[in-house]
């Protein structure tokens, strides 16, 4: 059981807490697939908590290496990337759109999945393993997955309607790689 704390392990204590969370992202999009909405939701915020934990385990016990940034940037990408992108198209686009807008709402989905994996690869180019700066600059990808959140919820409530979807996606999407400063929890 060493290697769940040696560092060099890919299988140490943190990584086995991002794989929980590249599990509990995989098992939403299947939600997604069968209209299992709300059970996606569930395991999008299980994900969020494991990558939580992830990030500090590896710090309390000095497991950070460069597998488990990649790991977790993977897991970030399809947590808190793919699956909200895919809930609401499946959840309100798909329903509440057509034509035109229907295409618009594909450009901006795609644009929005661009954007994470933009910012994820420039994180991890711009990060070492270990280090933790004071602020994030754009939103990270974890709080854009809470924006976009709230957005499906706004929708889901009809507080939003489709076409704003769109806009506060795109916002989002631009958010992630602006230059805006986020404080690091």
Same mark, same amino acid.
């Given at each position: 059981? /060493?290697?769940?704390?040696?560092?060099?392990? =890919?299988?140490? #204590?943190?990584?086995?807490?991002?794989?929980?969370?590249? %599990? &509990?992202?995989?098992?939403?999009?299947?939600?997604?697939?069968? /209209?299992?909405?709300?059970?996606?939701?569930?395991?999008?915020?299980? *994900?969020?908590?494991?990558?939580?934990?992830?990030? !500090?385990?590896?710090? !309390?016990?000095?497991?950070?290496?460069?597998? *488990?940034?990649? +790991?977790?940037?993977?897991?970030?990408?399809?947590?808190?990337? #793919?699956?909200?992108?895919?809930?609401?198209?499946? &959840?309100?686009?798909?329903?509440?759109?057509?034509? #035109?807008?229907?295409?618009?709402?594909?450009? @901006?989905?795609?644009?929005?999945?661009?954007?994470?994996?933009?910012?994820? @690869? =420039?994180?991890?180019?711009? %990060?070492?393993?270990?280090?933790?700066? !004071?602020?994030?600059? *754009?939103?990270?990808?974890?709080?854009?997955?809470? #924006?976009?959140?709230?957005?499906?919820?706004?929708? &889901?409530?009809?507080? @939003?309607?489709?076409?704003?979807?769109?806009?506060?996606?795109?916002?989002?999407?631009?958010? +992630?790689?602006? !230059?805006? /400063?986020?404080?690091?929890?």
């Amino acid at each position: 059981m /060493n290697f769940l704390f040696t560092p060099s392990s =890919h299988f140490n #204590l943190a990584n086995l807490f991002t794989m929980v969370n590249i %599990t &509990a992202g995989l098992a939403a999009i299947y939600c997604i697939t069968q /209209n299992n909405f709300f059970l996606a939701v569930i395991l999008a915020w299980v *994900g969020g908590a494991f990558d939580i934990f992830d990030g !500090k385990i590896a710090r !309390k016990y000095r497991l950070s290496n460069e597998f *488990g940034v990649q +790991l977790d940037s993977f897991a970030d990408f399809l947590s808190f990337v #793919l699956v909200p992108v895919f809930l609401i198209f499946q &959840a309100v686009y798909i329903v509440y759109l057509e034509g #035109l807008w229907l295409i618009l709402a594909s450009a @901006i989905s795609i644009y929005y999945v661009i954007s994470g994996l933009r910012r994820l @690869i =420039h994180f991890n180019i711009n %990060t070492d393993a270990g280090e933790v700066d !004071k602020y994030f600059t *754009g939103v990270p990808t974890p709080l854009g997955a809470i #924006l976009l959140w709230l957005v499906y919820l706004g929708a &889901a409530y009809a507080l @939003i309607p489709a076409p704003l979807v769109i806009v506060l996606m795109g916002t989002v999407g631009w958010l +992630l790689n602006s !230059k805006v /400063n986020v404080p690091h929890p």
